[in-house]
């Protein structure tokens, strides 16, 4: 079965999932291209640490999770950064607090790296499991 016939073939709450996630996704992505940083992180986790009530039937962590993952494979040149800022934002729309993290490593003549991901509750979402090589950073709040 084909890509768009298993699209098709999925209820219509995960349909709509699937293309809020790449919308996020493609924002995020040409974000990161043309805006300073702290505005695409301001913009996809404004609300985030401040979750809205859910009226129930709204889809799972696990779901918003889910649709990331699979829109990741329509929109080229994702990161797990784009990846973590679109889970927020979808995650933050969908009354879900969570928490971006990022992580450092390098040094001892080892080329920089950096790594992003998502956390909510102590528990990684998007981008994990992270490598011990990577020294997480102070805890980013999105409203600075």
């Known amino acids: 079965m084909g890509s768009l016939a298993r699209f098709i073939a999925l209820p219509p709450a995960e349909r709509r999932l699937i293309v809020a ?3 996020l996704l493609a924002a995020a992505r040409v974000g990161l291209w043309v ?3 702290r505005w695409v992180h301001r913009a996809s986790g404004a609300v985030a640490n401040r979750p809205r009530p859910r009226g129930g039937g709204g889809p799972s962590v696990e779901r918003i999770v889910w649709a990331v993952g699979a829109a990741d494979r329509l929109v080229p040149r994702t990161t797990c950064l784009v990846r973590a800022l679109a889970a927020q934002g979808l995650l933050a729309c969908r ?3 969570s928490q971006l993290r990022l992580g450092v490593a390098g040094g001892s003549g080892r080329a920089f790296e950096a790594h992003a991901w998502l956390e909510r509750d102590g528990r990684i979402l998007i981008g994990g499991p992270v ?3 990577y020294v997480p950073l102070p ?3 999105p409203q600075r």
Do not use: Q, S
């Open 21 to 23: 996630a790449t919308g």
């Open 35 to 37: 805006l300073p940083f």
């Open 95 to 97: 009354g879900h607090a």
């Open 139 to 141: 805890a980013l709040d």
């Open 131 to 133: 490598e011990a090589r």
